[in-house]
Nanobody, 116 residues
Framework: QVQLVESGGGLVQAGGSPRLPCAAS?????????MYWHRQAPGKQRELVAR???????MYADSVKGRFTISRDLAKNTVDLQMNSLKPEDTAVYYC?????????WGQGTQVTVSS
């Protein structure tokens, strides 16, 4: 099993730069492969925001490219999402996820609300 705990959400003004940390723990933590951040806005489907492989390769959704940065610390088993130049349309619940040996694990999510 792998447990994920996100933090860092809240109410942010447009243009703000919050950071969302996600910490992984559990007995299967050594098998973690790719790590992700997803988000789900009200009335919309959950979408992939950013992905980072075990080798450090990153990919981003077009809507956040150039504004968000995903990073991971293999020693600490964390994956962070640095968000810059936030827009009201970035308002969503943000979820951390990781690929384990046999399945994907999800965190509970953290709400980010961007005020204009």
């Amino acid at each position: 099993q792998v447990q994920l705990v996100e933090s860092g959400g809240g109410l942010v003004q447009a243009g703000g730069s919050p950071r969302l940390p996600c910490a992984a723990s559990g007995r299967n933590i050594s098998g973690i492969k790719d790590m992700y951040w997803h988000r789900q806005a009200p009335g919309k489907q959950r979408e992939l925001v950013a992905r980072i492989t075990s080798g450090g390769t990153t990919m981003y959704a077009d809507s956040v490219k150039g504004r968000f940065t995903i990073s991971r610390d293999l020693a600490k088993n964390t994956v962070d999402l640095q968000m810059n130049s936030l827009k009201p349309e970035d308002t969503a619940v943000y979820y951390c996820a990781v690929d384990g040996l046999t399945r994907t694990y999800w965190g509970q999510g953290t709400q980010v609300t961007v005020s204009s």
